[in-house]
């Protein structure tokens, strides 16, 4: 391959002699033309008018996996918070200690604040255990009381029950008092409360805890025959890429199509340090593609900066405008130039098969950027989504964090809880809590020398899960799925994870543990809609992990004798 770029290269400080432009052969130059081609005409007129005729349908129904349809509004509902929302199972943890502080609020209004401590030992926040909040968290929790358990008596409160009023010190004149603040607080919570909870936590309809990714389709109820599906989604951002589209040829909807005629100019084609068509004018500095450093081998390179010097000039943009959450189909272009001449334009596929720019993928065998009627794959989707996506939100850091891994060494696979939410929904630092609480060496007989210990096992973190491979056939070994199993720990049960993510998924497909690792993350996402209403919910996310990974599990170990420390130097004199 060839590159072909004419520029000056100055040796001065000066621009006298680059614009200058002096040209030493001139006709090895016009040669040079003439053998290419150059001085051939081509009556090629500028284009002035395009006629387009596009087919859309809004997309109107969803559905997770192979559930049922249901409706869905892109004007009003947010598609990310769809796919990937958690059923409600009751009060957050952050609810919960609202609810607390709103009452111990209401009795300082009502002048009870001396009730707040019986109130908080009949109903305790929970401050211990595996998920015990950091020590200046369960300090608060342990001076409110719990607002789930605390609703109940409220409510029999507010009927004046005597014997609750009791319960809590309460004398016959402060009882009236003591029921309007309970009215008032089970008011505030019941508009709070989520509806319809379940009795334990549960992963969204579109999650696939065996794959550990989204699963849901899309569809329109006027083209029912067409749906997007996402099989892979790993959570993040949700957009026209997400999706496939089976290559099923949809005859055209005549009700669906719209026409119209442009008679605007189509503008040409610019980018980022595009090279000037003309030799006088001066070009961005940002890009020099004269000083692009590429190995005849490197091809790709080349071919970019060819087209970019060469035929970037080439292509004109025409606006197509289409609705967010719709899917849309050019059924008819052309193109009138200066000259009257009409071309209609039909879709790149038919002249080169492998041209799939912004087109949906498929889900059937075949190239994977399309094909023609030889035979080689189905052709590509002509369909266009514009997804109703989001422009950006808020996001918080992670409340529970899990990275699969592989262990060599072992000869295993591990589920590495990094981090969950502990009882006040704060970030749990799994690793820093089990240092902290350091494995214990047993103690040594007085008198006895240093000896060295044998050890079936080596320790392993309690916050490492093994993966054990299981064939689900057994006269098919490439079907394997990787059980969650707990190492058996002082106790003598096995541990169990602590997070919802690794209890909600007992076994996973072998595939989905590569050497490189994958994290999956569970976070809360805040945004606003384009109506203005706001949107928030708990999302999921599958990234790339660190590689592989060491417990740290051997077998058959002699351990050293632990050293006491070396005493202190004396200081010199």
């Keep these: 391959m060839t590159m072909f770029r004419y520029e000056p290269v100055p040796r001065d400080d000066g621009v006298e002699e680059a614009l200058a432009a002096r040209i030493g052969d001139a006709a090895h130059l016009l040669a040079r033309q003439y053998a290419f081609g150059e001085f051939c005409g081509d009556d090629a007129g500028s284009p002035v008018r395009v006629a387009l005729a596009q087919e859309t349908h809004l997309l109107d129904n969803w559905r997770s996996g192979d559930g049922d349809w249901q409706p869905y509004e892109p004007a009003r509902m947010v598609l990310e918070a769809l796919v990937e929302q958690e059923p409600a199972h009751g009060p957050d943890a952050r609810l919960v200690l609202a609810g607390g502080l709103r009452w111990r609020r209401e009795l300082a209004a009502a002048g009870l604040l001396a009730l707040l401590p019986a109130f908080a030992a009949v109903c305790p926040c929970a401050v211990d255990g595996p998920l015990a909040p950091a020590p200046v968290g369960a300090a608060v929790r342990g001076r409110l009381p719990d607002a789930v358990a605390l609703a109940p008596w409220l409510a029999r409160l507010a009927e004046r029950d005597e014997t609750a009023a009791k319960e809590f010190g309460a004398d016959g004149p402060d009882r009236q008092t003591l029921a309007g603040a309970a009215a008032r607080w089970l008011a505030w919570w019941t508009a709070r409360v989520p509806a319809g909870e379940s009795a334990a936590p549960a992963p969204p309809a579109a999650w696939d805890a065996n794959r550990l990714e989204y699963a849901f389709s899309v569809r329109a109820s006027t083209l029912p025959d067409l749906e997007l599906r996402a099989q892979e989604y790993h959570g993040g951002h949700l957009d026209w890429w997400a999706v496939d589209a089976p290559p099923a040829r949809v005859p055209v909807t005549e009700a669906a199509v719209v026409r119209e005629q442009r008679t605007i100019v189509p503008t040409p084609a610019v980018y980022g340090g595009m090279p000037n068509s003309r030799f006088w004018e001066m070009e961005d500095a940002r890009i020099d593609f004269g000083a692009v450093d590429a190995s005849p081998a490197d091809l790709g390179r080349l071919l970019l900066v060819s087209f970019a010097t060469v035929f970037g000039n080439d292509w004109f943009c025409s ?4 609705a967010a959450g719709s899917l849309s189909r050019v059924v008819h272009c052309s193109v009138t130039d200066v000259f009257g001449g009409e071309t209609v334009l039909a879709h790149a596929s038919l002249e080169d098969p492998e041209w799939n720019l912004f087109g949906l993928g498929e889900e059937s065998a075949g190239s994977a950027m399309g094909g023609g009627a030889d035979g080689s794959g189905p052709p590509p989707s002509p369909w266009f989504y514009r997804a109703a996506s989001l422009p950006g939100g808020l996001e918080s850091p992670p409340a529970e964090s899990v990275l699969l891994l592989r262990d060599e060494a072992a000869n295993l696979a591990w589920a590495v809880e990094e981090t969950v939410a502990d009882i006040a929904g704060e970030p749990l630092d799994r690793y820093a809590r089990w240092v902290a ?5 047993p103690p040594e007989e007085p008198g006895d020398p240093p000896a060295d210990r044998y050890l ?10 093994p993966l054990v491979p299981r064939p689900v056939d057994p006269a098919d070994p490439e079907s394997v799925r990787l059980l969650l199993a707990g190492l058996v720990r002082d106790g003598g049960t096995p541990a169990q994870p602590l997070g919802r993510l690794l209890r909600e998924s007992p076994w996973l497909f072998e595939e989905e543990v590569p050497r490189s690792g994958v994290r999956v993350e569970r976070s809360r996402q805040y945004t606003r809609w384009h109506d203005g209403s706001a949107h928030a919910w708990d999302a999921r996310r ?4 660190t590689g592989g990974g060491s417990s740290g599990l051997r077998f058959d170990v002699l351990e050293p004798p632990a050293q006491p420390p070396a005493p202190a ?3 010199e004199e």
Aim: hydrophobic content about 30%; cysteine-free; overall charge positive.
């Design 319 to 322: 606006p197509l405008p289409t």
């Design 542 to 545: 599958k990234v790339s992990g």
């Design 569 to 571: 130097r004396p200081p």
């Design 456 to 465: 079936l096992a080596t320790d392993v973190p309690g916050h490492w899960y």
């Design 437 to 441: 609480a350091g494995p214990a060496r």
